[in-house]
Nanobody, 125 residues
Framework: VQLQASGGGLVQAGGSLGLSCAASGRTFSSYAMGWFRQAPGKEREFVAAISWSDSSTSYADSVKGRFTISRDNAKNTVYLQMNSLKSEDTAVYYC???????????????????WGQGTQVTVSS
């Protein structure tokens, strides 16, 4: 699976931004998809995940109520809509794909999973 993230940019605090992650290579609908982020000097952290069937989602407490993850299996794309952005949301955002249940259950991507290249989100205060 190849993942291509896009949509990052510069936005003012309180604003909104949408990210997309296009997948290719294998059956997209068989993979749970997720978003992680990494701020300078910090470890990569879980943001959100969505199941194969779109019936289950999971969010980090820090983004719950502000971010929404969704997917379109027909377009092989997963989205992250980010609203009410804060300066602490500034990070490089990565999409990930996982064919196991680890991403949804443990909020981690196994060695067998896949990562996109990352897209920068900068929130100015």
């Amino acid at each position: 699976v190849q993942l291509q993230a896009s949509g990052g940019g510069l936005v003012q605090a309180g604003g909104s931004l949408g990210l997309s992650c296009a997948a290719s290579g294998r059956t997209f609908s068989s993979y749970a998809m997720g978003w992680f982020r990494q701020a300078p000097g910090k470890e990569r952290e879980f943001v959100a995940a969505i199941s194969w069937s779109d019936s289950s989602t999971s969010y980090a407490d820090s983004v719950k109520g502000r971010f929404t993850i969704s997917r379109d299996n027909a377009k092989n794309t997963v989205y992250l809509q980010m609203n009410s952005l804060k300066s602490e949301d500034t990070a490089v955002y990565y999409c990930a794909a996982d064919s196991t249940r680890l991403l949804l259950v443990r909020r981690r991507v196994p060695a067998s999973g896949y990562w996109g290249q990352g897209t920068q989100v900068t929130v100015s205060s």
